[in-house]
């Protein structure tokens, strides 16, 4: 299992989406917009990680919108993007043994 590789991996995602559009739209347009814009920018670039039609890739992708609200808005609340990191990773990692649990 490659668990220990999540937390890096989440941080990665978590650094551009939300340290840098969400960082860098708050100073401009408060925290409600940056939140939902680094989120659905986050979103949009997990598209190509979903399969099926368009409605289950947009439902796939719709819920990764949602969990990047969550991480977002505590990134906003903690001011560090080490604990929306990981969320993200134990996230990750509650998937990955869920779908190995599936199989």
């Known amino acids: 299992m490659k668990t220990p590789r999540l937390t890096p991996s989440a941080l990665s995602e978590q650094h ?9 739209l708050r100073e401009s347009f408060g925290s409600t917009v940056s939140i939902v814009a680094a989120s659905l920018m986050f979103g949009s670039l997990h598209l190509f990680n979903y399969t099926g ?13 949602c969990v990047s ?8 609340v903690s001011g560090s993007l080490l604990i ?3 969320i993200h990773g134990l996230y990750n990692a509650f998937l990955m043994i869920a779908s190995y649990l599936m199989i």
């Not at 409605?55 to 990764?64: D, F, L, P, Q, T």
Request: charged share 10%; aromatic share 6%; glycine share 12%.
């Open 16 to 24: 551009p989406a939300h340290g840098v559009v969400q960082g860098r």
């Open 69 to 76: 609200l969550v991480f977002g808005t505590l990134y906003e």
């Open 84 to 86: 929306p990191a990981i």
């Open 53 to 65: 039609t368009i409605s289950e890739i947009i439902a796939g992708s719709a819920v990764i919108v």
